[in-house]
């Protein structure tokens, strides 16, 4: 069986609660937010700043203008936390036993042939649904403008792959299962991944 | 559970492989290439020319001229075709208890919701291997020439379905589960769609 398992998913899909129960099935380590903490501890920068630049916000790691260049760090922050990430992946990778979810990790962790999966879900309305169960209360918003943060979100965590991967997060050639919640329930979900693994 | 499945594949990802045994675990009856000697009985033309335009080849359908659309009759064979196609998928889906492989009977039979799965390979070699036994000798080529024709023959399905739906073929959000062939072998590839199925 593959020991490694990367699961990419799109926001109000169900990704994460999946790969928690995998974890939780499998006993294997479990990397997600983890991994936030971990990078603080190596890199000393808070954990609500590693935040903003873990999986998305490029724009924001780099100047507008050019000129500002002259006044930023060799290494920015933002590269301190990709490095620090990317050796806190390997080092979970080479391990084994463990799943990690988004921050890349599919494509950092190519060359152990992790098994890959992508969770998305079809229906809008769901994806909704499950993030009003999520959002503070003092962040809830309409249902249109829940979709537009929805789509906002799934786009930086593509430009975030897209920009430190060769490849393009989402496309289907990239993963091995991609798994649709809107028709497949989360528990049916954890069944195939688990059966898939040939466990 | 879902009675109508639709299964789209890659070329070389043995995804009719995958359908026929599905079909046969669930005794239920498979499309693919019945349905083009079902279009033969419906419109007369011969099996050959159907072959052509079933789920390809756009191209050789329409005149490259203008001038020749003056030649052509209202209903073009292609049309007919498609027509023909169109109206045994929705059948074959209103029975139910049915597979049909390729030719956007996803989209035909979107009404329905059938259970949309679509079968690939990340590994281009183990796709040409594949290829390599069904093809008649007088027309095996080099792997290279082999992957070149692969790519065509996808490319074509992409055009057919994009030509005739207003949707990607192989965009991943269009299906329900998508299978990598190259890490998922055929036969836990039809175990994980039965499981999926919840029957």
């Known amino acids: 069986m593959k ?10 899909s169900g990704g994460r609660e999946i790969a928690k129960r995998l974890a939780d ?17 190596e890199t000393g920068l808070s954990k609500d700043y590693i935040e903003q630049f873990s999986e998305g916000h490029i724009s924001r ?25 990317t050796n806190i992946i390997r080092e979970a990778g080479n391990s ?56 906002k979100i799934d786009k930086n965590r593509a430009k975030y792959y897209n920009y430190y991967t060769d490849q393009d997060w989402g496309v289907m050639k990239n993963y091995n299962l991609c798994i649709d919640t809107s028709v497949i329930d989360i528990k049916k979900a954890v069944e195939l991944i688990i059966s898939a693994l040939n466990i």
């Open 61 to 85: 790691a780099y100047p507008i203008h050019i000129a500002q260049t002259f006044l930023m760090p060799v290494v920015m922050p933002s590269d301190s936390i990709q490095i620090a990430q």
């Open 3 to 12: 020991n490694v398992i990367t699961i990419s998913r799109s926001f109000g």
């Open 96 to 151: 084994g036993n463990c799943i990690i979810v988004g921050r890349r990790a599919d494509y950092i962790l190519r060359e152990l042939k992790p098994f890959k999966v992508f969770i998305f879900s079809s229906d809008m309305d769901e994806r909704i649904k499950r993030c009003y169960k999520k959002v503070p209360e003092d962040r809830v918003k309409s249902p249109k403008e829940m979709a537009k943060e929805i789509q």
């Open 25 to 41: 099935e499998l006993n294997f380590a479990y990397y997600d937010r983890e991994l936030i903490d971990a990078i603080s501890d």
